[in-house]
């Protein structure tokens, strides 16, 4: 019979390691699907499978920071595997890039390129840095392409702006891809530059995390992930409203405040989170803070 029940199988099978393998363990990256996450992912698959044609669809990811936007989009990436078609042709279904803070053709074609991991002088012409974009992308067969913190371009100059995103939806029209632009609510101000080009998107937002049952349904799945010998309760009022109090209303914030708990457990000898271990975990994590 397993005692364990309080635990997923993935945190049973590290009980029993040394205490740095179960702190390495929780310090990988998890994924916890929740219902908002899982039907945005459905969205960016239909884009992947979307028909090309001469007005491809384009989604706007909008969250607050720490909120989940860019694991979002690596759990896309990496849940759309390389193919081939039957006759051997190469298909590479997404492509994640930063967006630079200096919004020009250049920067915007060389992040490409280093996500695609092309070779190239950064300082090279635009011209000759679009072409191997453009070379790379049909080569590889790119279905979607996916841009993480697309507010970064505000911080250049408006006539930079509208250059950047000029470039962009030509690039997006020779290609016949769809497009994700994610980051905070600057997102809609940043696509507001070209009216034609935000036409084009749908928004899709990430909520807030605060006192509900999604919260606590999370942080009860968290919990199930420490590899810990017992229950810590986690979700039991006391315990809940000081993580939620804690997480500044993030995915992000919620998900640092359980980890810590769980490793600074794990570092004392104890078998559970009790109540001191998580307030001197949220102490410690509010003066950072200040500092």
């Known amino acids: ?30 994924w916890i699907g929740y219902d908002e996450a899982n039907g945005i992912l459905k969205e960016l698959d239909d884009l992947i499978n979307h028909p090309r044609n001469l007005r491809m669809p384009c989604r706007a990811l909008i969250g607050d920071s720490q909120n989940g936007k860019s694991t979002l989009l690596r759990r896309c990436f ?40 092309v070779a190239h002088r950064e300082d090279a012409a635009p011209v000759r840095l679009l072409a191997k974009v453009i070379d790379r992308m049909t080569t590889l067969n790119v279905r979607l392409l996916m841009a ?10 408006p006539r930079n702006q509208r250059q950047f995103l000029a470039s962009l939806k030509s690039l997006l029209n020779m290609l016949k891809l769809p497009f ?14 070209d009216t034609q080009f935000v036409s084009r998107f749908e928004q899709l937002t990430l909520p807030r995390w605060g006192a509900n049952e ?29 993580i939620i109090g804690a997480s500044g209303g993030t995915l992000g914030g919620v998900v640092d405040v359980v980890k810590k708990a769980g490793i600074a457990a794990i570092l004392k000898g104890r078998n ?20």
Request: glycine share 4%; hydrophobic share 40%; with cysteine.
């Open 1 to 30: 019979m397993n005692k364990y029940t309080h635990l997923d199988e993935r945190a049973i099978d590290k009980l029993y390691d040394m205490p740095v393998e179960r702190i390495e363990y929780i310090n990988t990256d998890w």
């Open 148 to 157: 993480d913190e697309f507010h970064n371009m505000l911080q250049d100059t």
């Open 180 to 193: 994700v632009a994610a980051g905070t609510q600057d997102v809609a101000r940043a696509l507001a530059t």
């Open 78 to 117: 990496a849940r759309n595997k390389v193919k081939y078609t039957e006759d051997e042709q190469i298909i590479f279904p997404a492509i994640i890039f930063e967006t630079p803070s200096e919004a020009s053709e250049g920067r915007l074609y060389s992040n490409m390129l280093n996500a695609l991991g």
């Open 214 to 242: 999604a919260t606590l349904r999370m942080i009860g799945t968290m919990e199930r992930l420490l590899p810990l010998p017992e229950p810590s309760g986690l979700i039991t009022q006391e315990k809940a409203v000081c």
């Open 272 to 291: 559970s989170i009790d109540l001191p271990i998580l307030l001197e975990v949220i102490k410690k994590r509010n003066e950072r803070k200040i500092k």
